[in-house]
């Protein structure tokens, strides 16, 4: 179980954007995937949910090829993509119910999401209508509706006022307790507050994979540490 990562490579024309990555993160872990802009970070996360095609090697998700058994594996994995794609028009409890049907959980389910998200006042707004924030909350709401195993979290607190961050933050930790979870961040608070381990991208190769505090070594924090593997 958790996920199997091995030499994975993607290409766009001659520049690798993945370069023989390869790790694998155990059941409950929650990981921080960092790497300065152009990494990689999202390519690998929309490789692992697969939303791209990537040139070679594997990746193994709960047991699942995400190659030869790609339905099983998307179903055990919810993913908050980077800028939070949503349905602008639609209504917050409308947009769940149709995510509800696509996922095939029933609308019941989405009343709790709801209820866990904190967006049970604001259900019958339009998304369009609803702060940064809160449409953050729906993206998390859309990602945890069918009680995935797995979740994949890209920059989930991108853009967010500090009061916002504090509480998706929160949201984060309530769900990380029962979930495998992959989280791209820049903010290095975030991964000290809710990570156990970091893998660190640059150029499209995995420069570190440790605990937090071995990362962390010699330098006195995680932004030093950052800027020291990656300059
Ligand atoms: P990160 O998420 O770490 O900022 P990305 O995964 O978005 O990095 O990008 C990794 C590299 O791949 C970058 O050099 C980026 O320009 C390139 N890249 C990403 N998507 C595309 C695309 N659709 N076409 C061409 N190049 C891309």
Redesign the pocket.
């Known amino acids: 179980m958790g996920i199997i990562i091995n030499g994975l490579t993607k290409k766009?024309d001659q520049?690798f954007?993945l370069n023989k990555v390869t790790f694998s993160i155990n059941e409950g872990e929650v990981v921080g995937l960092l790497?300065p802009?152009?990494?990689?970070?999202?390519?690998l996360m929309k490789s692992i949910t697969n939303a791209i095609d990537f040139d070679e090697g594997d990746i193994v998700v709960n047991n699942y090829s995400v190659t030869t058994e790609a339905i099983k594996a998307k179903e055990v994995i919810g993913f908050l993509q980077e800028n939070n794609p949503l349905y602008m028009d639609m209504y917050v409890k409308e947009y769940l119910h149709f995510v509800a049907e696509v996922r095939k959980v029933s609308k019941n389910r989405v009343d709790d999401v709801l209820l866990k998200v904190g967006l049970e006042a604001e259900q019958h707004k339009k998304i369009q209508q609803l702060s940064k924030g809160y449409k953050q909350r729906v993206g998390i709401a859309q990602a945890i509706l069918f009680d995935p195993e797995i979740l994949i979290l890209d920059e989930p607190t991108n853009g967010l006022d500090p009061n916002q961050i504090i509480e998706i933050r929160e949201l984060i930790r309530e769900i990380g307790k029962e979930k495998t979870v992959i989280l791209s961040t820049h903010i290095m608070q975030e991964v000290e507050a809710l990570c156990s381990r970091v893998i660190l991208?640059n150029n499209g190769r995995v420069i570190a994979d440790q605990s937090i505090e071995d990362f962390k070594g010699q330098y006195q924090n995680l932004e030093e540490a950052f800027h020291a593997l990656t300059n």
């Open positions: 766009y520049q954007a790497g802009n152009g990494a990689g970070k999202s390519t991208l």
